[in-house]
Every structure is written in structure tokens, then in C-alpha cells.
Nanobody
């Protein structure tokens, strides 16, 4: 079993920054690759970024490239999402996910970007 707990959400002004964290526990092999997703009101959940254990494979959605940075501290079993130059369109519940076919999900953390 794997547990994922996000934190760091909140209200931020457009142009501002926020860092999200995702703490993982359980079977470490299940979260060799971890990722971030988000779901805005009335929209489907969408991929934001992902990173493998070694950090050699990183992917970003086009909408966040150049603004968001995914990272992880394997010693702490924690993944991060540094979000810069935030826009109102980034407002969403952000989820971290892990495991094969994203089998494990956190509860989500709300990020609201005001204009």
C-alpha cells in the first residue's frame, strides 16, 4: 500500500509562486515514478508533470513548461512542484500520483490564483 499526502496549496496572486509537496509512504517500489495532475472546476483531470526515481526522465505539460519545475528528494520520499509565474488558469486541485498506471493518488490540494 502507498499513501500520498499533498501540501502547500493556497491562494496566490497572478504572477506569484507556490511550492507543492507530496510525501509518500509505503512500498517504495510503487512510487519510482511520480507525477502531478490537476483538475480545474468543470474540467477533466489533466497531467502536469512527472519524474522518475533518478530524475533522468522528466515530462511537463505544454501549458506549464518553463513555469513549473518538478523535483524530488528520495531520502525524504517527497516530491515537489515549484510553480512560478502563476496564472488564473492554473487554479485547480493539484494531485500527486504514483505507481504503475498511476494506481495511487493523494487527496489533492487546492491552488487558487487570483487575477
Amino acid at each position: 500500500q502507498v499513501q500520498l499526502v499533498e501540501s502547500g496549496g493556497g491562494l496566490v496572486q497572478a504572477g506569484g509562486s507556490r511550492r507543492l509537496s507530496c510525501a509518500a509512504s509505503g512500498r517504495t517500489a510503487s512510487y519510482s515514478t511520480m507525477g502531478w495532475f490537476r483538475q480545474a472546476p468543470g474540467k477533466e483531470r489533466e497531467f502536469v508533470a512527472s519524474m522518475n526515481w533518478s530524475g533522468t526522465t522528466i515530462n511537463y505539460a505544454d501549458s506549464v513548461k518553463g513555469r513549473f519545475t518538478i523535483s524530488r528528494d528520495n531520502a525524504k520520499n517527497t516530491m515537489y512542484l515549484q510553480m512560478n509565474s502563476l496564472k488564473p488558469d492554473d487554479t485547480a486541485v493539484y494531485y500527486c500520483a504514483a505507481g504503475s498506471n498511476w494506481a495511487y493518488w493523494g487527496q489533492g490540494t487546492q491552488v487558487t490564483v487570483s487575477s
